[in-house]
């Protein structure tokens, strides 16, 4: 600011002189392009100081919004990060949430197939256990159809037998020829075993 002052004063001073050395009578060893040439340096001193000052508040300027700039650059880089970091932040908590949700519907699904294998295994050893049971009561069945009727058949024929032999016997031993009983008991024991 005091080289403003000092510039400004230097100036009106030119202004002066200018005014001073037109209406002035110069000397003779002194010369009007003298004076202009003096002038001209001080006009030209003047100028090139001007200059310079301008430019420094230029490049202060300068540097002031390049500051400001940079500033804000830094802070717009700042919040974008951090918009990218809370944005990261909830996809990866979306996407988590997405996979504990993926991997319990897994879990869930795994356990209903584990349930199914399971009940599917106890069907299956339940049908086999029942086909077991089926074939045994089968086989007592057919030997109950079989057997019991066999059995009857081969115990009357056994008593049968016994009793034509008896007989047999005891008409040969007393009368020595065959009877009407024989007759009917080998009758009986021929229908028997057709």
């Known amino acids: 600011m005091a080289k403003e002052n000092n510039l400004s004063s230097l100036e009106s001073g030119i ?6 050395y037109s209406q002035m009578k110069l ?12 002038l001209t340096k001080e006009i030209n001193l003047v100028t090139s100081e001007k200059k310079r000052i ?3 508040e230029m490049a202060e300027e300068r540097f002031e919004l390049e500051k400001d700039h940079k500033y804000w650059s830094e802070k717009f880089e700042e919040k ?12 990866l908590a979306l996407e988590t949430k997405k996979y504990s949700d993926s991997l319990k519907l897994e879990e869930l699904k795994l356990k209903i197939e584990t349930t199914r294998l399971d009940i599917e295994k106890t069907n299956l050893e339940l049908n ?8 045994k009561y089968r086989y007592i069945q057919l030997g109950l159809t079989i057997v019991v009727p066999a ?8 008593v049968y037998r016994k009793l034509a032999y008896n007989n047999l016997k005891l008409i040969y031993m007393d009368e020595g020829r065959p009877t009407t009983d024989f007759k009917d008991a080998v009758k009986s024991v021929k229908n028997l075993t057709k």
């Open 151 to 158: 059995l009857t058949s081969m115990i009357s024929l056994l």
């Open 80 to 91: 974008k990060f951090e918009a990218e970091n809370n944005l990261n932040k909830e996809r």
């Open 27 to 38: 000397p003779s060893d002194c010369s009007k392009l003298q004076a202009i040439q003096v």
């Open 128 to 135: 086999q256990q029942k086909a077991k049971d089926d074939q």
């Open 15 to 20: 202004e002066t002189s200018l005014q001073e």
């Open 54 to 56: 301008f430019d420094q």
